[in-house]
């Protein structure tokens, strides 16, 4: 069902490539480097900060505090990483920043570090592709096979499930939550949690369908396609409390991952769906 997401050049794995530091970058000391790391002319690294194996930073990046980049990752330039969240209630905690490997960070990237009403930690996931000016505040945490496209704004504390993908100029409001394999329209406004399999778009953002055709190219079944439709349409067509339709759901729907997680996120969801 999973198909490979080749959306960018990953850095060839040779653990016995030298580090190479441009003469104009400045790594302060107690910065830990990889092998095979590139650092391009003046970036500057802070000492809390970890580099994975063959992580390559691209000219004028800033990577502070204590963040943590996984191995393969690219970091474009103009790039901010690990910076202090824009946050009136953050006061100097010692929070982090965790990237996971074989992410794609392109040109002006924002990132925070966490903060101490969110747990401390910002976290993303593993081949996440972050366009221009996308924006990822506090305590955000970032699943894995994610698009974020140009200058998305992600407010504090927002979740990402896997292979979700956000169109250009959305913005995702506070504790909000989206699901797996949704797909947000360019330039909406997401005040709500949007359910797994979904697409949404508008100010406020509202359903418009279900993401049939990224389901198929993911190769999901017809079985499960049906499924999905009935959930969708149990949710949205039927005037349902959350409550009454995950009733529905659980008694004329089959038991199947796909029900498990559209079933989960609906009982979990705090900040109520999209609707």
Excluded: W
């Excluded at 993303?124 to 894995?144: E, K, P, S």
């Excluded at 979700?164 to 005040?191: L, N, P, W």
Aim: hydrophobic share 40%; charged share 20%.
């Amino acid at each position: 069902m999973e198909k490979d997401n080749s959306l960018f050049d990953i850095p060839a794995v040779d653990l016995d490539a030298p580090v190479e530091i441009h003469p104009t970058a400045i790594v302060a000391p107690g910065a830990q480097l990889g092998r095979g790391v590139v650092i391009g002319p003046y970036s500057v690294i802070g000492p809390k900060v970890t580099l994975g194996d063959n992580v390559r930073i691209a000219s004028h990046v800033t990577i502070e505090n204590r963040t943590t980049v996984g191995a393969r990752t690219v970091v474009y330039q103009f790039a901010t990483i690990g910076v202090v969240p824009q946050d009136l209630k953050f006061h100097g905690e010692d929070a982090e920043l965790i990237i996971g490997e074989e992410n794609s960070i392109r040109q002006y990237s924002n990132m925070s570090i966490g903060s101490e009403s969110g747990g401390g930690v910002t976290k993303i996931g593993r081949r996440n592709l972050f366009m221009v000016y996308t924006h990822v505040a506090h305590d955000c945490q970032i699943g894995d096979n994610i698009v974020l496209v140009n200058g998305v704004s992600l407010a504090g504390h927002v979740r990402i499930d896997d292979r979700a993908f956000v169109g250009g100029h959305a913005a995702v409001h506070q504790f909000c939550r989206i699901g797996t394999r949704t797909m947000i329209g360019g330039g909406s406004i997401v005040v709500q949690d949007v359910p797994p399999f979904c697409m949404v778009q508008g100010d406020r953002a509202t359903p418009v369908g279900l993401n049939v055709v990224g389901l198929r190219r993911a190769g999901y079944s017809t079985d499960a396609i049906r499924d999905l439709k009935a959930m969708y349409r149990l949710l949205y067509s039927e005037n349902l409390t959350l409550e009454d339709t995950i009733k529905r759901i659980e008694s004329e729907i089959g038991d199947t991952e796909e029900r498990r997680t559209f079933v989960e996120f609906l009982r979990s969801s705090e900040r109520g769906v999209c609707r």
